[in-house]
């Protein structure tokens, strides 16, 4: 799996927008965009993923760039229960059923 | 109804023991695994199973052995425990195959084992 880079960790106020960067400069055309959050004590939990266009669920937005090189992950209104770390992961689009491979993160505190 | 369990939460227990985590998953997957994550938080593949056929094996010593007696379950016994081996310990499972590209991993609460 590719690698990405993310920052260590960010600071967001409560009910304010957050915008998580991820880079994946080295990204494959059938590499897919996917974002988990690990909340304190517990497993991590999918949020959203990606291919080429911009990505809405309930839980977060996913912005892609045109290039692919990069992506942000946006919580629209974050909540104190949205302090977590948050991975950013490429999945080869032919790699079923095989493991993903988990950086460090970004730790998003969110202050009240 | 909890999508994937482990038992137990926590373990305790002297170096040199054996010993074993459970893993079930009630969301009919083709695919599960187990995954550490050691002190520093970094979150690592041990194991891959897909019906119950291994098809990932991570570097990891001889004394972990996974075991599948079917697809819901994927037990992960440890023999010889070691102090380095204190981590928590995630089952995940996921639709594998089937799931195609949008193949979504679901996480257990984890297990904390300690070894003293």
């Known amino acids: 799996d590719a690698k990405t880079t993310q920052p260590n960790s960010m600071e967001s106020n409560e009910e304010e927008p957050v915008h998580l960067p991820c880079n994946h400069s080295?990204?494959?055309?059938?590499?897919?965009i996917h974002w988990y959050r690990q909340l304190p004590s517990q497993g991590p939990e999918y949020v959203i993923h990606?291919?080429?266009s911009n990505v809405n669920n309930r839980m977060a937005s996913l912005a892609i760039a045109e290039d692919r090189k990069s992506s942000t992950l946006i919580l629209h209104r974050a909540t104190l229960r949205d302090a977590a770390v948050y991975y950013c992961?490429?999945?080869?689009?032919?790699?079923?059923?095989?493991?993903?491979?988990f950086g460090p993160g970004t730790r998003l505190s969110v202050l009240p | 109804d909890t999508a994937v369990s482990q038992t137990p939460k926590y373990l305790v227990t002297q170096m040199g023991n054996d010993k074993s985590i459970k893993c079930e998953q009630n969301?009919?997957?083709?695919?599960m695994y187990w995954y550490k994550q050691d002190s520093k938080k970094f979150l690592k593949i041990m194991f891959s199973?897909?019906?119950?056929?291994?098809?990932i094996n991570e570097t990891v010593p001889n004394r972990f052995s996974p075991k599948s007696p079917d697809k819901a379950h994927l037990n992960l016994h440890i023999n010889s425990l070691e102090l380095g081996d204190s981590a928590v310990y995630f089952c995940?499972?996921?639709?594998?195959?089937?799931?195609?590209?949008?193949?979504?991993?679901?996480f257990g609460p984890g297990t904390r084992l300690t070894v003293l």
């Open positions: 995940a499972s996921s639709r594998g195959t089937s799931g195609g590209n949008t193949d979504t991993q679901y």
């Open positions: 080295t990204i494959s055309g059938t590499d897919y």
């Open positions: 990606g291919l080429t």
């Open positions: 992961i490429l999945r080869d689009a032919g790699n079923y059923g095989q493991n993903f491979v």
């Open positions: 969301l009919g997957h083709d695919t």
């Open positions: 199973y897909n019906n119950k056929e291994l098809i």
